[in-house]
């Protein structure tokens, strides 16, 4: 029996990025892999390849979000 193994640190970089961005899943993976089921596959403990996941990081990096101040009431 193979044992399950869900990539914590991809995940949550990739949830993060995508609560602040407001990117779906689907636009995230086209645009960071041109795979637009990477993020559906992640969530479900999908297995990638170092390749894949180095360009998920690097797209992260490369495409840093701006966080909108909101003021004060």
Known sequence: MQEEFIDTELL????LYLA????SGTRFGVLAL??????GRLRRGGNFGQKKRQKAFKYIKANPVKL??????
Request: net charge negative; no cysteine.
């Open 20 to 23: 602040v961005s407001g990117l």
């Open 34 to 39: 041109n795979d637009r089921t990477f993020v």
């Open 68 to 73: 909108k101040r909101v003021a004060a009431e």
């Open 12 to 15: 949550d970089a990739v949830e």
